[in-house]
């Protein structure tokens, strides 16, 4: 049986992403007692941008993009977040992502705002050449838009280490000079961080492994599903792995595979590497998303996109564990629905905030012209990301409320209280 990612094949991915993240800032502030005119500030971006711009391709006809980058919140820093290429991106998916950032950025309180991008396009069907000059011509659309001190773009769906050295040297050429702190998630080479390409994961290591020792479950030995095995899916699986626990089960783009004796992550990713995807992986029998969604086991790793568990399938969930490693898996409408059957969810702004805690160190290496050895960022990453989730376990007990909603309880008081000490200019 072979599958694909529903939401990716039709498209209806972004249904849903801007209402989840208003519903949840409207949770949060009704607790927090938010004034009308703080929500009336947080509840819209700042400031967006949408820009349509001609690329020729590899045929010699010329093709228009769109592209958006949105910043959400800049009270407190310069705005943050990943430019994401995918056919079903648009304009209002994007300003939910920016505003998951600024919570995200808030939350374990790196002196940043919030933002996103995205460009409308499969960057599997483009070439290299092709890819490039999307990238490229983005970047010149957003130049003044982009830069160190105003919003910092990294990747993040379909967009690689690749995409941020061609943004860094297109903003470089321009600018006459090199400005390696324009984009973070660079390749090490260029002034990338040591440690970046791994953070996600390793954040969403670090997060499901606290969850399981309050669960009572020993991350050794613990069984895993992960949904996703792209630069997320794949680090969190080779960590958790590496720990000791035991994937059962992993799907991708292209299909899913499972083992219950446990699957090697090196193998799978030696067959992406060789076929385009996991699924047919030696030793493997496959599996569709759905099944592998409601799946008995103690951990399930979300790390695709948005909207996979919903109010129509929350109730099959049977994972003890949820973590979401990407933004937005868990509509608030499936919220309830999975507390009811006792699943624990690592919320996203806390769960996959390890991607932007090391982009934050990646800056500071870059503004300081000095690079941080692999142990260091991995020391400093679980420090941040192991006071983030204390700070939540803490609201969750004082306020007895979920890890959701004390997770942006935290980052929007926050947002909210250097948004109001700032105050209104002019
Ligand atoms: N795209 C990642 C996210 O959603 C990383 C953002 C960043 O490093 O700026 O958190």
């Known amino acids: 049986m072979t599958i694909s990612n529903a939401p990716e094949a039709s498209g209806a991915k972004t249904q849903g992403a801007l209402e989840s993240a208003l519903a949840e800032f409207d949770h949060a502030a009704d607790q927090l007692a938010l004034s009308p005119d703080i929500r009336a500030v947080l509840r819209l971006p700042k400031r967006e941008w949408t820009v349509n711009f001609p690329v020729t391709m590899d045929d010699g006809h010329v093709r228009v993009f769109t592209g958006y980058r949105v910043q959400h919140n800049v009270s407190r820093g310069p705005a943050k977040g990943g430019i994401r290429f995918h056919p079903a991106t648009d304009l209002d998916e994007v300003r939910a992502l920016a505003m998951w950032m600024t919570w995200k950025c808030a939350l374990v309180n790196v002196p940043f705002g919030g933002a996103k991008g995205g460009v409308t396009v499969d960057p599997r069907k483009l070439s290299a050449n092709e890819l490039q000059h999307v990238t490229r011509r983005f970047a010149t659309e957003l130049q003044g838009v982009i830069g160190p001190e105003v919003d910092i773009p990294a990747p993040d769906v379909g967009t690689n ?16 000079y090199t400005v390696p702190g324009v984009v973070t998630g660079k390749p090490v080479s260029v002034g990338g961080s040591e440690g970046r390409a791994d953070a996600t994961g390793m954040g969403v290591m670090f997060t499901a492994q606290r969850a399981l020792r309050e669960a009572g479950i020993d991350m050794a030995g613990a069984s895993v599903a992960v949904q996703g095995f792209g630069n997320v899916g794949e680090a969190a699986a080779r960590l958790i792995h590496k720990r000791g626990g035991r994937l059962v089960a992993i799907t991708d783009v292209g299909g899913g595979v499972a083992n219950p004796g446990g699957l090697d992550p090196a193998k799978l990713s030696a067959h992406l590497r060789e076929t385009g995807s996991i699924a047919g992986a030696p030793g493997t029998t496959p599996i569709d998303n759905e099944t592998l969604l409601a799946l008995d086991v103690d951990l399930l790793v979300l790390a695709a996109l948005e909207g996979q568990i919903t109010a129509a399938n929350a109730g099959a969930v049977r994972a003890k564990v949820i973590a979401e490693g990407a933004n937005g898996p868990v509509t608030p409408n499936a919220d309830p629905i999975l507390a009811d059957h006792g699943v624990v969810t690592v919320p996203d702004i806390l769960c996959n905030s390890g991607g932007v805690i090391v982009s934050y160190f990646e800056w500071v290496q870059n503004l300081q012209s000095f690079a941080w050895p692999a142990a260091q960022v991995a020391d400093r990453l679980e420090h941040i990301i192991g006071g983030a989730y204390d700070e939540v376990a803490a609201v969750r007990a004082r306020d007895g409320i979920g890890a959701r909603l004390a997770a942006h309880v935290i980052a929007i008081g ?8 700032r105050g209104l200019y002019p």
């Open 161 to 176: 280490a690749q995409t941020m050295a061609w943004i860094m040297d297109t903003v470089s050429m321009h600018a006459g």
């Open 414 to 421: 926050r947002v909210a209280e250097a948004t109001e000490i």
